[in-house]
């Protein structure tokens, strides 16, 4: 089993910046991928950006541009720099790993609020 804890939420105004961080533990040497997720309220979750084993990066259209995905190794951690936040931009954020028996795991979540 791999295990997610997300970090770094809370509330920024417009235009701020705000970095999430994904702490790994558990079974990270099959982990093909980490993405983080978001679900703003009455919608459903959507994909952000994710990064693979060997780098190679995506992101959602709406977040080109502004946030940038990274990984450190050694701490075992991904991160997500999110600058230019709009208030569009609210929502819990999730971290999720994808195995490669395709088996996804999911953190427990943070909140990133962003006032107007």
């Known amino acids: 089993q791999v295990q997610l804890v997300e970090s770094g939420g809370g509330l920024v105004q417009s235009g701020g910046s705000l970095r999430l961080s994904c702490a790994t533990s558990?079974?990270?040497?099959?982990?093909?991928?980490i993405s983080w997720y978001r679900q703003a309220p009455g919608n459903g979750r959507e994909l952000v950006a994710s990064?693979?084993?060997?780098?190679?990066?995506n992101y959602a259209e709406s977040v080109k541009g502004r946030f940038t995905i990274s990984r450190d190794n050694a701490k075992n951690t991904v991160y997500l720099q999110m600058n230019s936040l709009k208030p569009e931009d609210t929502a819990v954020y999730y971290c999720?790993?994808?195995?490669?028996?395709?088996?996804?795991?999911w953190g427990q979540g943070t909140q990133v609020t962003v006032s107007s």
């Open positions: 990064i693979t084993s060997r780098n190679i990066v």
């Open positions: 999720s790993s994808l195995d490669y028996y395709s088996i996804q795991y």
């Open positions: 558990g079974s990270i040497f099959s982990i093909n991928a």
